[in-house]
């Protein structure tokens, strides 16, 4: 049964070499964001709550992909609902919008998260168990991270992964509303991948806890606007 509270579970992020993003949630409490890009906004018409999940070396500024390459996804179907490509396509229209960041789908494969990074290979969304790996069994819904490569002095995000949980999805795939409980948990999990980290504002998407939020607040877009405009690598 789930309780009609709205239920607080705090998130552990842990930096290594790559940045990591765990998002503990309710799925009962989401509904559908729209399933459209969203314009980008101009710089001078953002504010909010928003944070970054690691600076440049010099703190001058957030780490990000290069804005001037798209970055390349592949997926693992592996455990997905049947309607996964619609999912994947609109967690990326939600972010290339506010953002300007292009993405590209270059294919399916059968590579399984946790694999040594290439810096050159794709971003990899796929589906496993994450449950007994740092967080209450049943209620870890996805993790995301990026690796961080330096050049000339000048961090950015080379590639990374997106996990979700394939026993959470199992569950909610049946259900008429499926894909309204589960856009949110790509989207915020594709939040982290691009650079955005957890805010305690509950008007926010990047929220760490879970209240109900659905789209991107105001400091969300100020932040996706932000790694938008980074320079070229």
């Given at each position: ?63 990000g ?23 994947v396509?609109?967690?990326i ?44 069994d ?13 050049d ?76 938008g405009?980074l320079?070229?690598?």
């Amino acid at each position: 049964m789930v309780s009609t509270g709205v239920r607080r579970h705090h998130l552990t992020i842990a930096i290594l070499a790559v940045v990591t993003a765990t998002l503990v949630l309710t799925v009962a409490s989401w509904l559908n964001p729209l399933k459209r890009g969203i314009d980008r906004p101009p710089a001078d018409t953002v504010t909010g709550n928003h944070a970054f999940s690691t600076l440049q070396p010099d703190a001058s500024g957030p780490v990000g992909y290069d804005p001037c390459r798209p970055i390349r996804i592949t997926v693992n179907p592996d455990g997905a609902p049947p309607d996964w490509r619609d999912l994947v396509d609109t967690a990326i229209a939600h972010v290339a919008g506010p953002s300007g960041l292009r993405f590209e789908v270059v294919g399916v494969t059968g590579d399984l998260p946790g694999r040594i990074l290439d810096g050159d290979a794709p971003v990899l969304v796929s589906w496993a168990r994450l449950a007994g790996t740092g967080e209450p069994d049943g209620d870890v819904a996805g993790r995301a991270y990026s690796l961080t490569i330096l050049d000339r002095g000048h961090s950015y995000y080379a590639t990374g992964e997106v996990t979700l949980d394939l026993d959470r999805f199992r569950e909610l795939a049946p259900r008429p509303d499926a894909d309204r409980v589960l856009q949110p948990i790509l989207d915020h999990q594709l939040g982290h991948l691009v650079g955005l980290a957890h805010v305690d504002d509950e008007g926010e998407l990047m929220n760490r806890l879970d209240v109900g939020r659905t789209t991107w607040g105001p400091g969300d877009l100020a932040g996706l606007a932000a790694l938008g405009r980074l320079p070229c690598a």
